[in-house]
């Protein structure tokens, strides 16, 4: 079925290379900075074993059979990335020292392209909008918003990491159509992640735009019997076309 903006009340959108780059280049940064920190705390790092651990973590949430879609637990993950790469446990201070790096980093690599700001304020006058991201710290995804200016747009942000589990399982989606006040079959998601955005709105009953701005890091296989996309853009200014 092709897009069909009548019904359409809500907008929403995921984070990270949908409304900003969240690529190689800003897992990079976020992956050394991580690493200067464990170097200091204690010693330097077998890096390729740290990037190994880093990139099993991020599609931790999406593995098993048949995945339980959970979100990563900061802390846990903090603790088992020291405990694997040095045999040590950390200390609760260690800990907290890594998660102020992460956050850190995470807020300081995100930006947002100058088209952004103009699309967001037109769809906001006709649409509700709401934000729904997967990411292990809801407060990292809040302050990144505010940093770049975004957070006034959305009447709802809702991220995985408040709630224990990931898109695709319904509950995120569910709970930002609650918080919007918005059926489902009245919102569409713009997301990148095949899986995460695309299947998991259209097995929560939205529509759903795909877009394919930026190269996605986690983008898992496509497997037969997946749902279409109603619609599929290059560039996120493309939806002016599709909504307005
Ligand atoms: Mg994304």
């Not at 919007?180 to 929560?204: E, M, P, S, T």
């Amino acid at each position: 079925m092709p897009f069909n903006k009548k019904p359409i009340k809500a907008v929403i959108f995921d984070y990270g290379n949908t409304l900003i780059e969240f690529g190689k280049t800003q897992i990079m940064y976020c992956d050394m900075a991580l690493a200067n920190t464990l170097d200091r705390l204690f010693g330097k790092a077998d890096l390729a074993k740290f990037r190994k651990i880093r990139s099993r973590n991020r599609l931790a949430p999406y593995s098993g059979n048949p995945p339980e879609y959970r979100e990563n637990n900061m802390v846990e993950i903090s603790t088992s990335l020291v405990r694997e790469l040095y045999g040590v446990e950390p200390s609760p201070e260690e800990v907290a020292e890594i998660l102020r790096t992460r956050f850190a980093i995470f807020t300081k690599v995100i930006q947002a392209p100058d088209y952004v700001f103009d699309l967001l304020k037109k769809l906001g006058r006709e649409y509700k909008l709401g934000l729904l991201s997967n990411y292990p710290d809801g407060n990292a995804i809040r302050q990144s918003l505010a940093n770049i200016g975004l957070d006034g747009f959305f009447r709802s942000v809702v991220v995985s990491g408040d709630i224990g589990l990931v898109k695709p399982h319904p509950v995120p989606f569910l709970t930002l159509l609650d918080q919007l006040g918005v059926k489902a079959d009245r919102a569409v998601i713009v997301g990148d992640n095949w899986l995460a955005d695309v299947q998991g709105g259209k097995q929560a009953g939205l529509q759903t735009i795909w877009t394919t701005q930026w190269e996605s890091p986690e983008d898992l296989p496509r497997r037969p019997g997946d749902f279409e996309p109603d619609a599929t853009i290059s560039h996120l200014s493309q939806l002016e076309g599709l909504l307005l």
